[in-house]
């Protein structure tokens, strides 16, 4: 499985980002895909997730009610929505994916730049 993040950028506070993941190589109907950010100061956090088949979602406590993830089947594409940034939200944002039922996060993307300013 191979995943290419993009979106990010920098953005005031209050303000919205779509981060896209876009996932080639195989078929995901049995794998969870997921978000996750990380900054020199913090360990990596699992920001949110989503069953590629099923659509079910999870979020941290820190986004839940801001940020959605989402994914399009038909074109391969997963994505995060940022709405009511914090500076707090700024980091680098990973997309990974595993299979349903397993602990490690097998595959990653390379990481995207999200800066909010205040």
């Known amino acids: 499985v191979q995943l290419q993040a993009s979106g990010g950028g920098l953005v005031q506070t209050g303000g919205s980002l779509r981060l896209s993941c876009a996932v080639s190589g195989r078929t995901l109907a049995n794998y969870v895909m997921g978000w996750f950010r990380q900054t020199p100061e913090k360990e990596r956090e699992l920001v949110g997730s989503?069953?590629?088949?099923?659509?079910?979602?999870y979020y941290a406590d820190s986004v839940r009610g801001r940020f959605t993830v989402s994914r399009d089947r038909a074109k391969n594409l997963m994505y995060l929505q940022m709405n009511s940034l914090k500076p707090e939200d700024t980091a680098v944002y990973y997309c990974?994916?595993?299979?349903?039922?397993?602990?490690?996060?097998?595959?990653w993307g390379q990481g995207t730049q999200v800066t909010v300013s205040s």
């Open positions: 990974a994916a595993k299979g349903r039922g397993e602990a490690r996060w097998a595959y």
């Open positions: 989503i069953i590629w088949s099923g659509g079910i979602s």
